[in-house]
């Protein structure tokens, strides 16, 4: 991209450097209010006093903690805006932080498999990593075969099956390790059990599908119950059969084989473009699909599109992409494009309010760059999306920028899925050519 900047949506020269240097400003002066411990640590006090759903900072955490730090200031120094040390003494304190509190999950976002994705991205640059990262391999592969993923109709929650903290997001990482040993692949193995069950027709009454969350296993907060009165399947990649879909493609990509894998992709993959409804700028994707009494599905027509990775048309059709890439379907790459660029022209007009990676401006950018390859509206709005996010950058808040967690209520999250660190990454990673290596934490590619 950067070498074709006036043909790909950049500004003239003049204007070009004037934002790619407020960009570098802003990553700076994220990296030098997180550059030790401590820094982060007062941040994340003054986050969880902030908070109005406080998710506590835990140094081994990639969403919460010194893991994601640690890639902040590693890609930091790999653009030239740092140093490595500093990386990697926050991989250091994460590490060491699981002697203090074990490590006991296995999760992309709050457990093993995070801390293992932003290890293994140190190792390729220190490699002294390499022992630690082969230790964690083998502690995950644990934790996965100890987990009791519960396959019972109508007792599934989506953390058992989702993207942040279940099974999707674990495989996503699993099957991107080269050489894996005997623990890992039988660890792969398990997963594609859960996941694969989790595809098939189920046999219970009222029940249209194994992934239906009924309202016994809602989380006590969101108005889930009001909204969805008797269940519903979730859309959103975060949370949902998305992501599910997308690690599984991932899976079978890898040369990973297992009996009904290749069924499972084709009937999450189905049920997905089954609830594509629309607006006036392209294909739409809900949160969510109710059910009525019976069991029968209840899918909304219209609506508003939640313009983030987390949930909404953006994340279902980077699930669509991957999925696209994974199998080879080309007419399912033209869906993901069109969709993705709708929700670019949804953008235009209102995005999101937050400047934050899981909900909000990064998170939009950073699926812009992952379509930019095969979408030239997508390389067109990288500038915009860019110029827009640092709009929100004020040098007077602590981490520089604040999560808008709620309307007008700013929280000063050090951290990577909801936080400044995040937003650094997602801003280098528009100024920059290479598919960065993070990505793996919100894509199954």
Avoid: K
């Avoid at 969880?48 to 903690?65: D, M």
């Avoid at 399947?233 to 690690?247: E, I, K, M, R, Y």
């Amino acid at each position: 991209m950067r070498e074709n900047r006036e043909t790909a949506g950049w500004p003239a020269r003049g204007e070009e450097d004037t934002l790619i240097e407020r960009a570098h400003r802003a990553v700076r002066l994220v990296a030098e209010r997180t550059s030790t411990t401590g820094q982060v640590t007062e941040l994340a006090l003054t986050a969880a006093e902030q908070s109005a759903h406080p998710v506590g900072w835990y140094p081994p955490s990639l969403s919460h903690g010194q893991a994601g730090t640690a890639l902040l200031h590693l890609y930091t120094a790999r653009a030239g805006l740092g140093d490595r040390d500093t990386a990697f003494e926050h991989m250091r304190e994460a590490v060491l932080g699981t002697r203090v509190v074990p490590l006991e999950v296995p999760g992309i976002f709050g457990g093993t498999s995070g801390l293992a994705l932003a290890l293994a991205d140190c190792a390729h640059d220190e490699p002294r990593f390499l022992p630690s990262l082969r230790r964690v391999h083998e502690q995950l592969a644990a934790q996965v075969l100890d987990t009791d993923y519960l396959a019972v109709e109508r007792a599934v929650t989506d953390a058992d099956y989702d993207w942040i903290s279940g099974a999707a997001g674990v495989l996503a990482y699993l099957v991107s390790i080269e050489n894996p040993s005997p623990a890992v692949r039988e660890a792969v193995g398990r997963l594609l059990d859960y996941l694969v069950w989790l595809s098939e027709p189920a046999q219970t009454r009222n029940t249209p599908h194994r992934w239906l969350l009924v309202p016994d296993v809602y989380p006590p907060v969101g108005n889930d119950h009001d909204r969805y009165p008797h269940g519903y399947l979730n859309l959103g990649f975060s949370h949902g059969v998305p992501g599910v879909a997308a690690a599984l493609a991932a899976a079978a990509a890898s040369g990973h084989r297992h009996p009904g894998l290749d069924t499972a992709v084709t009937t999450f993959t189905a049920w997905i473009l089954a609830h594509q409804a629309a607006d006036e700028f392209g294909p739409l994707w809900h949160d969510g699909v109710a059910v009525d009494v019976d069991g029968n599905e209840q899918p909304r027509l219209h609506g508003h599109d939640q313009i983030a990775w987390c949930y909404g048309t953006a994340g279902v059709a980077s699930a669509l992409l991957d999925i696209s890439r994974s199998t080879g379907d080309n007419g399912l790459l033209t869906t993901a494009v069109t969709a993705f660029e709708a929700v670019l022209r949804r953008a235009a007009q209102a995005g999101p309010l937050s400047p934050t990676l899981c909900h909000g401006q990064a998170g939009l950018l950073m699926m812009c760059r992952a379509f930019a390859p095969f979408s030239g509206l997508a390389r067109e709005r990288i500038p915009v999306l860019l110029d827009r996010l640092l709009e929100h950058a004020d040098e007077a808040r602590p981490a520089v920028f604040a999560d808008h967690q709620l309307p007008g209520h700013l929280v000063d999250d050090p951290g990577l899925l909801c936080g400044a660190a995040g937003v650094a990454l997602a801003i280098l990673a528009a100024l920059n050519d290479d598919r960065p290596a993070w990505f793996r934490a919100c894509f199954a590619r």
